[in-house]
C-alpha cells in the first residue's frame, strides 16, 4: 500500500501515476449504510484533469470500479475496494527525469530511499493521481457524515497573491458552506476567482506555476469529540492533511495571525444560544485542548506551486555526479490548488468520521 489513513476507518490508497491503475481500500464502514454512487461520481468529477487550461491536458474518467464491499448501494462490512484505472498515460516523458530529479520534486528522494528502483513516470506514488482514490473514500465518508447533520466545505481561499473571502466559521449555512466546492472554479467570490484564473494562465503562459491555498470549514460537530495532546483533532487532521501531496502548512482557526494578537482579542467569549453553549466568535477553530467544540472546524491548508515546470531548471546527472540542466516535458497542471479543493474536504471527512468512530455515540 502507498499509504494508510486513519485508526478506525483505515483508507489504503494504492498504485502509481502511469501503472495500471490507481484504487483505495477503506476498512470500517458499518454495513447496512446507503451509499449514492452517482453522488461518488459526481463529487470524484470536481478533481478530474484535462479540462481547461487551469490544469493538466491529461485526460482520465476517474470512474471508480468497486470490487467489494458495497452491494446494490448499500456496504456489506466488508472492505470496501474500489480500482480506478489509468487510460491517458504518456510515460516516455518522463526518459529524461530518470538520471536528472526535478527540482522540487520526490525524484532524488525517492531515489535515495528506494536504491533507484522508484518510478519516475507522473511522479509515480508520490503523485497527485492518488488523490483521485483519496475523493472516492471522502466521497463516501462525506454522505455518512451528512446524514448525521455534519457537513464539510473548501475554497480556493488564495491563488499567489489574490484573496476570496472567507467562510462563515461562525453560523455557516448548508449552501454556502458546500456550494463554492462544486462550481468550475471553486471560490465563494466569482470576481476574486476570475482573477485567480488570470494568475494560473499568466504563470502557464511563462512556462512556471503557482502555489496557493485552501480553507476547509465542518460544521454540525457536537463537543466533545477527539482528546488531549497527541491524539487531538489537530493533529490527526493535520497528519491526514499533510498525506496530500504539494501540502506545505496548515493552521486552525485564526492560526498565524492569531499569534500577533493579544490573549484578549484572540479568546473567543463564551454564550448560551438556543440552550446550547457556543462561543461568540471561532478564533480557536472549533477545537480546544485537542478535543471539538461544538463550534464550525476552520481550517486553511497551503499549496506549494506546481515542481513540474517547463523553464530550464539547474539540477544534477545521477549517474555522472555532475551539473545538469533539466527541461520537463509532458502535461502538468500549472496550479493544483483549484483541483484539491475537493481532496482537502474528502480527507477531512475522512478523518472527522475517523474520530467520531473513537466512541460511538
Not at 504518456?90 to 528522494?109: E, L, M, Q, T, V
Not at 503523485?127 to 455534519?150: D, H, N, V, W, Y
Not at 462544486?182 to 494562465?201: N, R, S, T, Y
Not at 515546470?309 to 555532475?322: A, D, F, G, H, N
Request: one cysteine or more; hydrophobic letters at 40%.
Amino acid at each position: 500500500m502507498s499509504s494508510e489513513f486513519g485508526k478506525n476507518v483505515k483508507v489504503s490508497v494504492f498504485g502509481q501515476s502511469h501503472s495500471a491503475g490507481i484504487g483505495a481500500v477503506i476498512n470500517g464502514i458499518p454495513a447496512g449504510i446507503k451509499i449514492d454512487m452517482d453522488k461518488v461520481a459526481a463529487f470524484m468529477a470536481l478533481r478530474a484533469p484535462g479540462k481547461n487550461k487551469l490544469s493538466t491536458a491529461r485526460k482520465e474518467a476517474d470512474l471508480p470500479e468497486v470490487l467489494s464491499g458495497i452491494l446494490d448501494g448499500v456496504t456489506t462490512g466488508a472492505p470496501i475496494c474500489a480500482i480506478i484505472r489509468n487510460n491517458d498515460t504518456r510515460s516516455k516523458d518522463y526518459a529524461n527525469i530518470i538520471d536528472i530529479p526535478r527540482p522540487g520534486h520526490s525524484d532524488f528522494s525517492a531515489y535515495v530511499r528506494y536504491g533507484g528502483n522508484n518510478d519516475v513516470r507522473g511522479g509515480g506514488h508520490f503523485s497527485g493521481r492518488l488523490t483521485a482514490p483519496l475523493c472516492f473514500a471522502g466521497a463516501i465518508c462525506l454522505q455518512i457524515l451528512e446524514s448525521k447533520g455534519i457537513y464539510v466545505g473548501a475554497h480556493i481561499q488564495s491563488v499567489g497573491k489574490v484573496e476570496d473571502q472567507r467562510f462563515d466559521d461562525i453560523r455557516p449555512t448548508v449552501e454556502g458552506l458546500t456550494g463554492p466546492m462544486w462550481k468550475a472554479f471553486p471560490v465563494i467570490d466569482d470576481e476574486a476567482g476570475a482573477k485567480m484564473q488570470e494568475e494560473i494562465l499568466a504563470a502557464s503562459a511563462d512556462l512556471d506555476s503557482i502555489g496557493g491555498t485552501i480553507e476547509c470549514v465542518i460544521a454540525g460537530v457536537e463537543p466533545g469529540f477527539g482528546e488531549h495532546m497527541a491524539d487531538g483533532v489537530e493533529n490527526r487532521m493535520a497528519a491526514a492533511i499533510f498525506g496530500i501531496p504539494a501540502v506545505k502548512g496548515i493552521e486552525f482557526g485564526s492560526g498565524f495571525a492569531g499569534s500577533r494578537l493579544r490573549g484578549s482579542q484572540n479568546n473567543d467569549p463564551f454564550c448560551i444560544e438556543d440552550g446550547k453553549i457556543r462561543t461568540t466568535t471561532n478564533n480557536h477553530g472549533g477545537i480546544l485542548g485537542g478535543i471539538t467544540s461544538g463550534m464550525p472546524i476552520r481550517f486553511a491548508v497551503a499549496m506549494k506551486p506546481t515542481p513540474s515546470i517547463s523553464k530550464p531548471q539547474q539540477s544534477v546527472s545521477l549517474s555522472k555526479m555532475e551539473p545538469a540542466v533539466l527541461e520537463v516535458k509532458g502535461r502538468h497542471d500549472p496550479c493544483i490548488v483549484h483541483r484539491a479543493v475537493p481532496v482537502v474536504a474528502a480527507v477531512a471527512a475522512m478523518t472527522m468520521l475517523d474520530i467520531m468512530y473513537d466512541d460511538v455515540r
